[in-house]
């Protein structure tokens, strides 16, 4: 999504418009007329631009609006938010700390996330999405949408171990974890499968299941008395005082 350098080709334009026909990419600097981006399946639109580079401001233009508008995904906003968007190349920066241990994993906590590729769920130990019930979600679309988005072929692998916690083989010496979904939950059995990979690898590991509660649950904790339900707002306390008792027992 939004605008991202592609070495030796140029900068490739990505954006999500299912209610519009047309997007249109306009450059800042008026050196050209706006190009059309191609549409997609699921509402995207596409193009890939040879002459666009890092520093390259630009905008988009739905339909026949009058005004563009800037990339909702984009890396820099040099006037502010309803300016023109910037294209940056995040490989082109000089890192300075490359001698920075980093800091230590204390604790992890797994709000029912994705647990591994919807293609190795076999390999994983998990059902097929064919044979789980999606109708209180998230669904193959919606799952299918976030690892397009999150792991692009051909530069990432989709049984890449760092977005596969599923995948990995040997989780000894990993961080004590909080693992807590909701029982209707599609990603609820890939919470499970992780957790036995954690006891097996002797890591302390504490799972809470909600009865009756889908995906993200955790909302109700937020949301006006109004609009959230009873169940959703214990279960996203409780969570909250696991979260804090895991950390504290880190800390101490």
Known sequence: MGAEVVPGQGTSFRVWAPDRRRVALVFEEARSEPLDLQPEEDGYFH?????ARAGT?????????????ADPASRYQPQGPFGPSEIVDPLAFEWTDQDWPGISLSGQVILYGPLVHFAHTARAGVRDWSERDQRFGPTLASTRWYWDNYIKPPQGKTDDPRANPLLVENLEGVAPALITFGTLDTYGEECLAYARLLDRAGIDVRVTEYPRLNHGYMVHGWLPEEDRSTLGYDAACETYDHVRQLAYRQVA
């Open 47 to 51: 193009l890939l631009c040879r002459d």
């Open 57 to 69: 401001r630009y905008r988009f233009r739905l339909d026949d609006d009058g005004e563009p508008y």
